[in-house]
């Protein structure tokens, strides 16, 4: 038995590597390990921002009207262009650690970090709605398919997640859309507003997600009710919810758990349509429009600010897994 | 059951973008100004567009450009990843892990994001875009295969072959390379629908493949605005995209039942 867990635990989850050390210093150690993994990526990816803003051919000072050269160099001075790249580099690492990343392009207004102020939150309430909604549905039908495997619920939920992660989420967006706000007018068509107008969006966010889920959920699900300790738990007349809730679903759960860092990765992507469908004034508008009109320091803001968003949620997942790990360690040691 | 399926949805679509001329008889750029936005019809089976282009024949358009993206990324993936895969599964601990942290530094951002980060720096259309998902996709697969490389030289039918003293080249190309290609060839299936849905994604969004060529990401994304007035411009693109993605997924889950039972791959969706 423990050898399985051991099993279970290396292949999907943090690496236990060494056995013998405590469990709080292996929790200790891999923070550490990913911390330090964290900063190097987010320099290296600091680095790609700054390469793409000076990769590009022009110059952010050419006009239609030409421009006296005294004044250009006082600009390219005033913005720091006529120094050196390295020193380039510098000061843009400083300006970024000091949360400053620059002003749009397109609409010289705005800083970033304004932008991002005003419209994360909107992407924020619509990304955990969704995420609720994947999560509750995936899991709880997931379980409930492997559980009662090959009868008909099973198999059409199968066909139908299969079915559910095969469609681009903006065909779904668009379909739902079109039945429940033009042809059928239950929700308002778009825009941010009340409650009602969330409910199309955060539906048309979490289908994907859902399905996705429900697929790892009932494939780990099948592979947990194979094992011995759920037949020893039968065989000692363990009553079957109690099987189901204590032995079964906490050791199935540890895969989903793993592929919770992709799905918000995909949430966060499918944030970028959604929004565009349902004209929701949200971070991914701001992203496709800083793509379309190339305006670079709104991009690399804004990957920026995606990744360190993506890197917090990788790691409390990773810190979850490990409470989860360390709990089961316990009821595997008091058994 | 899944397999057989998949492969006659893939199959019957694929017949009909080879013999898409006989269905349709116009041009997918031909402009048409006296029959726009017309209803489906005999003439025009899925009715036409703004322009008046033949929606039939820019559909079956957009289904070859996303097969052939989809397919030509993932075989390039699958070559890179293979080659660098392999060598790290091979190398000693420090070669390997510099070689993986390597990868790792551009994996652990959403695949997404690098790819129009990429397409920013390379330009807008159909070559940068493959380039683009190249460049992150190889990635993925190399991290598999370095995976099953390490897992075969655990084998015991490798310290065999290694007490025999059968020599490296020969240890993978007679030993390992037949026991690992078929969870190989489940994951480069993985990624066609991974390219697909990028490409899709990016071309909705107006930054993937430009006009005139059809996608069929495009063409959703230009029948949003008019979907309350011209429904047939979304469904039909949106009908074939949904099927395509399905057959090949049915496929590569068959294909994943068969060869990796214990389902130890990726998914290859998310």
């Keep these: 038995m423990e050898s399985n867990y051991r099993h279970s635990a290396t292949s999907t989850s943090v690496a236990i590597e060494a056995p013998q050390k405590s469990a709080s210093f292996q929790a200790v150690w891999t923070i550490v390990r990913k911390l330090a993994q964290l900063s190097v990526s987010l320099l290296a990816l600091l680095s790609v921002c700054f390469v793409i803003m000076h990769i590009v051919p022009g110059d952010p000072f050419q006009e239609e009207q030409a421009v006296p050269q005294e004044v250009l160099d006082n600009l390219r001075h005033k913005y720091g262009l006529d120094r050196s790249i390295f020193s380039q580099y510098v000061s843009y690492l400083g300006r970024v650690l000091h949360g400053d990343l620059g002003t749009s392009m397109r ?27 994947a999560v509750i549905f995936g899991i709880s039908i997931g379980s409930w398919s492997a559980y009662r495997s090959n009868r008909s619920f099973d198999v ?29 007018p239950l929700f308002p068509v778009a825009r941010w507003d009340s409650f009602s107008h969330t409910v199309l969006p955060s539906i048309a966010l979490s289908i994907g997600p ?31 919810w109690r099987v189901l809730l204590v032995h079964v679903i906490p050791n199935a759960l540890l895969p989903v758990l793993h592929y919770m860092g ?26 496709v429009l800083g793509v379309m009109s190339r305006d670079y320091p709104l991009i690399a803001g804004l990957t920026l600010f995606y ?9 409390v997942i990773d810190i979850i897994t490990i409470g989860f790990n360390k709990r089961l360690s316990q009821n595997e040691c008091a058994r | 059951m899944k397999m057989i399926i998949g492969l006659s949805i893939l ?5 009909i973008c080879l013999l898409g001329s006989l269905f349709s008889p116009y041009e997918p750029t031909a402009i048409c100004l006296a029959d ?19 929606l039939l024949a820019r559909t079956l358009q957009g289904m070859r450009i996303s097969l052939s993206i989809g397919v030509l990324a993932s075989i390039i993936d699958l070559f890179l990843g293979t080659l660098w895969g392999t060598v790290a599964g091979f190398s000693n601990h420090k070669v390997d892990s510099f070689m993986m942290r390597l990868a790792e530094l551009v994996y652990s951002l959403p695949y997404v994001l690098v790819v129009i980060l990429a397409s920013v720096i390379l330009g807008k259309g159909l070559v940068p875009l493959l380039v683009a998902m190249i460049c992150i996709g190889w990635i993925h697969m190399a991290r598999v295969i370095r995976l099953l490389v390490r897992e ?27 026991n690992i290609v078929g969870p190989m060839l489940v994951a480069c299936m993985l990624s066609v629908p991974h390219a697909i849905f990028t490409e899709a994604f990016l071309s909705f969004l107006g930054i993937g493949i430009q006009p005139p060529i059809a996608s069929l990401g495009s063409l959703i994304g230009d029948a949003l605005p008019a979907m309350r007035f011209f429904p047939w411009r979304l469904i039909f693109p949106a009908t074939f995209i949904s099927l395509l993605i399905f057959s090949i997924m049915l496929l590569s889950d068959g294909l994943r039942d068969l060869y990796d039972p214990k389902k130890q791959l990726n998914e290859g969706v998310l």
């Design chain 1, 262 to 287: 992709p799905i918000t990765a995909n949430l966060l992507t499918g944030s970028f349509v959604i929004e565009r469908v349902f004209c929701i004034p949200g971070l991914g508008q701001w992203f």
């Design chain 1, 210 to 240: 859902a399905c996705a889920i429900m697929r790892i959920m009932r494939a780990s699900m099948l592979d947990t009710l194979d094992k011995e300790w759920v037949m020893m738990a039968r065989m000692k007349g363990v009553p079957e």
């Design chain 1, 107 to 133: 609409y010289p207004s705005e800083s970033v970090v304004k932008i991002i102020g005003n419209s994360f939150p909107v992407s924020i309430h619509l990304g955990l709605q969704a995420l609720v909604i």
């Design chain 1, 156 to 184: 059409t939920m199968t066909v139908g997640s299969t079915f559910g992660v095969s469609i681009p989420s903006f065909v779904i967006a668009a379909t739902i859309q079109l039945l429940f706000s033009l042809y059928w």
């Design chain 1, 307 to 315: 990744s360190i968003v993506l890197y917090l949620v990788h790691t």
């Design chain 2, 11 to 15: 199959g019957s679509l694929i017949v």
């Design chain 2, 36 to 54: 726009k936005n017309s209803p489906p019809s005999f003439s025009h089976w899925f009715g036409t567009d703004e322009l008046g282009r033949d």
């Design chain 2, 152 to 178: 075969a030289l655990c084998a015991e039918y490798v310290l065999a072959a290694h007490a025999l003293g059968v020599r490296t080249p020969r240890l993978f190309f007679t030993h390992i390379f037949p």
